[in-house]
């Protein structure tokens, strides 16, 4: 059973910093892109940032120099940690995995709120 599960969110001041965690099981990790999708009310999700096996990253243009995304492949955990942050950036927080075949997983969520 493919379990992602969250943790590391709450309420932040503007400027502050959280790191976000998912632990991962049931899946081949070492095999798996991992990334971190944000969806805020009434927005479609959009996708923050992703690392592969290898540790390439990309990043969505809003949180480049801000966020960076990380891998433990053996916690089985991909991180984000997220500095100087902005009201814009409250959100759920989604992990999601994916395969080279394209399937994909998700965690439940955890919410980011960030204050002004």
């Known amino acids: 059973q493919v379990q992602l599960v969250e943790s590391g969110g709450g309420l932040v001041q503007a400027g502050g910093s959280l790191r976000l965690s998912c632990a991962a099981s049931g899946i081949n990790f070492s095999f798996s892109v991992m990334a971190w999708y944000r969806q805020a009310p009434g927005k479609l999700r959009e996708l923050v940032a992703t690392i592969t096996p290898g540790g390439r990253t990309s990043y969505t243009v809003s949180v480049t120099g801000r966020f960076t995304i990380s891998r433990d492949n053996g916690q089985k955990t991909v991180y984000l940690q997220m500095n100087g942050l902005k009201p814009e950036d409250t959100a759920v927080y989604y992990c999601?995995?994916?395969?080279?075949?394209?399937?994909?997983?998700w965690g439940q969520g955890t919410q980011v709120t960030v204050s002004s």
């Open positions: 999601n995995s994916r395969y080279p075949s394209g399937i994909q997983s």
